[in-house]
């Protein structure tokens, strides 16, 4: 049996592309010999200082929260943990269409059997150092001009490499996942490839 590797994404629980593109991992986990790890970067620290359309800034003041409960999260119970946990604001936030805030959270929390009152951590900047540092490490291969999903995985040589997307939807299933995941990593693998794109004519599809 071939040996499993670790993949890491780095996500905002605010980006719907990014939860896409978590679903697609997990699809890929089930498929190929990988484990996927999820880690915090955050919208609002990528964007910290920019010039951004006013109802995107009240976006962004609003992002501080979920990510700051994430990190809280990994801090106290561990990185399986915070995996259970972007599944259940993900789910809450995209497909419940739930506003962000505390009841949010608190319900979220409770979800995946940890103390609601942990919520507070959403309004405590205690976190933001940690923050700042899994949002470095996401983000520092790739560059400032991406933003989230963020992937690092094995290339075809066994070496890591450090991408942004797929931006896809609606996420593939079984088999197609692979292929899908497969082919990105043929690209990112390939030393000098920079860019794969054409325009977004649907938006995000959660099946």
Known sequence: MAERVAVDMWFDPICPWA???SR????VEQVRDVDI???VMSLSVLNEGRDL?????????????????????????GPEAVRKLYTALGTRIHLGKEQLGRELFAAALTDVGLDPALADA????????????????????????????VVHAP????????????????????????RLYDGVLLVAGTPGFYELKRTREQGPIFD
Do not use: N
Request: net charge negative.
């Open 122 to 149: 959403a309004d405590s900047t205690a976190y933001d150092e940690a923050l700042r540092a899994s949002h470095e490490a996401g983000m520092r291969p790739v560059g400032t001009d991406v933003g989230t999903p």
């Open 19 to 21: 939860w896409i593109t």
């Open 24 to 27: 697609w991992l997990l699809e």
């Open 155 to 178: 290339g075809p040589d066994g070496r890591m490499v450090a991408f942004f997307g797929p931006v896809i939807t609606p996420a593939p299933k079984g088999e197609a996942a692979g």
């Open 53 to 77: 359309p006013e109802q995107y800034q009240e976006l962004m003041k609003s992002g501080w929260g979920p990510v700051r409960l994430c990190i809280a999260v990994e801090q106290q119970h």
């Open 37 to 39: 790890r999820f880690h």
